[in-house]
């Protein structure tokens, strides 16, 4: 696996907050990194002090080997970035702020092709002040791509797009993905970084949580699993708890909760069920997601 | 410098699709030749030397341009697109900051030719105004003048904390040096004592210098016009180049 950033002792103070501690990673080449944590965990400044936006004030971070800080002319030109904070002039219009970026740029993509891509293509001649917000999103990140870069960034991608929004965009970016290109994404979407990236960084206060592979993240924690029946009319007395998957059952009324473990839970509980010619309605099984994960590994809530 | 071309040409364009920008650097003064030739004529006075009041505006009027583009429009662009994000993006880019002033500058002294054009045809066209210069010394003064307005602007925009400041920094500096100046109001009808202040107002000095050159004189006649806007120009891009800030 080829290493494309290298964040090493990555330290950056504001004033006297420290908004980054301590913080070493590695990125392979042709993988989506994810960095979540909530608000001011300190992504924002990771991802700048590897663009060569913001230069660290301790440790080191490699992009290509070289130091974005020190060069950053050349490596800008292999990397593509959608900022957090970020805006264009009110009356350029999308058509010439591909052009106008793309001219800053030695290798170019097609623009019209980025633009079909994004479904921006019939926006050409609309000003930037009249796209919505996920048209100014979507320009963005065809801004980061103009350049074919071999790195893409996107801080916040999906902030203040709809669920929908948000679905189309994460297709995007595993096709992005598939072209060979690494992405360096950070959210605080715990369901997005979950579904999203092959591996996914927590922070926490300027310090890494974990760092792994949402399963093995999820997985680690040897949480409960939960399925959640309806039963009209059951038994008193269940064919379940003999069941070595199962670990305790809740009660009350029609509506049953199994709780327990094993890759293969939700199997042996249906069959049993319908081996004792029980009638289920409603299975649904909930598994431990990030932000299980996030609440176990800080003891706080994500959402809070 | 990959990028100037584009840049430059996109700069012009944002500019003419700015119609209050557009309206000042090109309108506005034509509309006073309109005003002012209206009530005053072009007959010769002892007054401006033997000159009319429009022959001596055409240069006057350019100084206003330069004022405008200079204290108003480069404050207020630049600081709100520091505002608005639009140079952390730029920065984003391998374009190299120089790029992105010297396309500013190029916009900028267009947008001044231009709008001089357009005075000096109205000019022309009305009242035959007179010039008696090298176009090629007025010219290089006109880009030396622009590169002192623009960078007093410059430096409004490094050092207000916001837009909306740095409109007002630029409005307070700009609208008493346009009518203490000479560039709207020639200083030969105001009061002895606007005239003994209208000597500090950097304004006064580009006045002085267009008109000298217009009218034939030399660069040498204008020693104290250049010692004074060239000191400008150092100390004022110098510092706008040490506290200008991205983001």
């Known amino acids: 696996m080829t290493v494309v950033i290298e964040v090493v002792g990555l330290r950056k103070i504001y004033s006297d907050v420290v908004a980054v501690d301590d913080v070493s990673f590695e990125v392979r080449k042709g993988e989506i990194f994810g960095m979540v944590g909530p608000n001011g965990a300190g992504k924002t400044t990771t991802i700048e002090c590897i663009e060569g936006l913001r230069q660290p004030d301790n440790g080191r971070v490699n992009l290509f080997g070289v130091d974005p800080g020190q060069t950053r002319s050349a490596i800008a030109e292999r990397i593509g970035i959608q900022l957090q904070d970020s805006s264009l002039p009110t009356r350029i219009r999308v058509g010439e702020a591909m052009s106008l970026f793309g001219s800053f740029y030695a290798r170019q993509a097609d623009s019209g092709e980025l633009l079909e891509r994004l479904g921006l293509i019939e926006k050409r001649s609309a000003s930037f002040s009249n796209l919505s917000g996920g048209q100014k999103q979507r320009l963005f990140i065809a801004l980061a791509l103009i350049n074919q870069p ?65 399963e ?61 010619g029980i009638d289920f309605l409603d299975l649904r099984t909930e598994q431990p997601n990030l932000d299980d994960v996030f609440l176990a590994l800080t003891g706080r809530d994500m959402r809070e | 410098m990959r990028g100037l071309k ?65 204290l108003l429009g480069v404050p207020i662009t630049t600081s709100g697109y520091r505002e608005q994000g639009v140079l952390r993006r730029f920065r984003a880019t391998p374009m190299r900051p120089l790029t992105y002033i010297v396309a500013d500058l190029l916009t900028n002294l267009v947008m001044t030719l231009l709008g001089m054009i357009i005075l000096i045809g109205v000019g022309w066209a009305l009242y035959k105004v007179r010039f008696e210069g090298q176009v090629l010394s007025v010219f290089v003064a006109v880009v030396f003048s622009g590169l002192t307005m623009f960078s007093i ?67 040498g006649e204008h020693l104290t016009e250049v010692v004074v806007l060239g000191g400008i120009l150092v100390v004022g891009a110098g510092l706008a180049a040490r506290f200008f800030r991205w983001e």
């Not at chain 1, 269940?238 to 009324?253: M, T």
């Not at chain 1, 839970?265 to 004792?276: K, N, R, S, W, Y």
């Not at chain 2, 400041?165 to 009808?189: D, H, K, N, R």
Request: proline share 6%.
């Open chain 1, 150 to 214: 071999e790195v893409v960034f996107f801080d916040e991608l999906t902030t203040g797009l709809d669920p929908q929004a948000r679905r189309a965009m994460w297709d995007l970016v595993r096709q992005i993905r598939d072209e060979g290109r690494t992405v360096f994404l950070t959210t605080h979407f715990m369901e997005e970084a979950e579904r999203l990236c092959d591996r996914v960084l927590i922070l926490d206060d300027g310090k890494i949580v974990a760092l792994d592979t949402p």
């Open chain 1, 216 to 276: 093995a993240l999820i997985s680690s924690l040897e949480m409960e699993k939960r399925i959640v029946l309806t039963l009209p009319g059951a038994p008193e007395k269940l064919p379940l708890s003999d069941l070595p998957q199962v670990d305790r059952i809740e009660r009350s009324g029609d509506r049953i909760v199994v709780y327990g473990h094993g890759e293969r839970f939700a199997g042996p509980v249906i069959t049993a069920l319908e081996h004792a």
């Open chain 2, 6 to 70: 584009q840049l430059t040409v996109m700069n012009f364009k944002l500019y003419l699709r700015e119609p209050i920008a557009t309206f000042f650097t090109l309108a506005f003064p034509p509309l006073l030749v309109l005003l002012f030739g209206a009530m005053y004529g072009n007959d010769p006075s002892q007054l401006y030397g033997g000159y009319g009041t429009m022959d001596i505006t055409m240069s006057a009027y350019t100084a206003l341009i330069l004022g405008t583009i200079g």
């Open chain 2, 153 to 219: 602007g410059y430096l409004i925009a490094s050092l207000a904390p916001g837009a909306r400041t740095a409109q007002v920094i630029g409005m307070v500096i700009f609208y008493p040096m346009m009518f203490l100046s000479g560039a709207s109001i020639p200083l030969e009808v105001m009061p002895e004592g606007v005239r003994r202040i209208a000597d500090f107002l950097p304004l006064t000095h580009v006045v002085t210098l267009l008109r000298g050159l217009w009218f034939g004189e030399g660069w």
